[in-house]
């Protein structure tokens, strides 16, 4: 019996480098950073487009066009990229539906679309296709992810702007859909955040009557005593980054413009 598992042991140890020599030709696409500032995309100006839907959803099943060789390319984005010699990218178009799960702006009727993929063919005759977003998202058929879309500006469907995958490595356990669910619901709230702080100060920049400047300033003040809450702790250092200067820049123009109306509000009275 103890020379028999002696042979079998012998016999799988010559295996092992030709197992790793295997995965080494099918690298996998490069893991992204995982904490919230990495994985999170600022989309906030594209909230002002005509049309906007973001949703969490599952992507349908991908239908390719005819590929146009690329000169070059990469695997992954956002800082997490890599390149395997003797791998061949393409430029894609690909159609395809979203089910929606949950959405967080715009309406919701048939997501049908249309955009331009990367796909790169390995060494070993694998296939990979990802967005051609700043991300770099690997694209697969039923994934779920949080996506930003836009109506095209000729042709039918909607255009892709933004995309953050589902990731099991990072929204782990039983729950992970929920989790991601929760913070993708976050980094809308951030966007939006943004995007209404954003255009309450620049709205209050251009306004020369008196009048409506009066009532710009009050939706300002409005805007900052709204409370923002997120799902997730960990998220709340998005706020600080992304949120809190503009937020300083809104609390310094109220405290100008009332420091400015009491000084000519006591010149008046003397």
């Not at 002002?48 to 066009?65: E, P």
């Amino acid at each position: 019996m103890l020379r028999l598992l002696c042979v079998l042991v012998a016999g799988l140890v010559p295996a092992l480098p030709t197992t790793l020599a295997l995965r080494a030709q099918s690298p996998a696409m490069p893991t992204l950073a995982v904490s919230p500032q990495m994985r999170f995309v600022d989309f906030s100006k594209d909230l002002d487009r005509n049309g906007i839907t973001v949703v969490l959803g599952k992507l349908g099943q991908c239908k390719d066009g005819p590929r146009e060789r690329l000169a070059d390319g990469q695997l992954g984005g956002a800082g997490a990229v890599s390149q395997v010699s003797g791998t061949q990218y393409f430029k894609v178009p690909v159609q395809a539906s979203i089910a929606a799960k949950t959405t967080l702006c715009g309406k919701v009727d048939k997501l049908q679309i249309s955009f331009d993929a990367q796909l790169a063919r390995l060494p070993d005759g694998k296939e990979q296709r990802q967005a051609t977003t700043g991300n770099g998202a690997a694209l697969e058929d039923d994934m779920l992810a949080l996506w930003v879309l836009a109506p095209r500006a000729k042709g039918k469907g909607l255009e892709l702007l933004h995309v953050i995958p589902f990731d099991k490595k990072v929204d782990k356990g039983p729950d992970g859909e929920l989790q991601f669910g929760d913070a993708m619901s976050d980094y809308y709230t951030v966007n939006r955040r943004v995007h209404d702080l954003r255009a309450a100060l620049e709205a209050l920049e251009k306004t020369t009557d008196p009048e409506s400047k009066k009532k710009q300033l009050a939706a300002l003040r409005e805007l900052l005593e709204q409370k923002v809450e997120l799902r997730q702790s960990e998220n709340d250092a998005l706020l600080t980054q992304h949120v809190g200067p503009l937020e300083a820049r809104a609390q310094k123009r109220l405290a100008d413009d009332a420091g400015a109306a009491a000084k000519e509000k006591g010149g008046d009275g003397k």
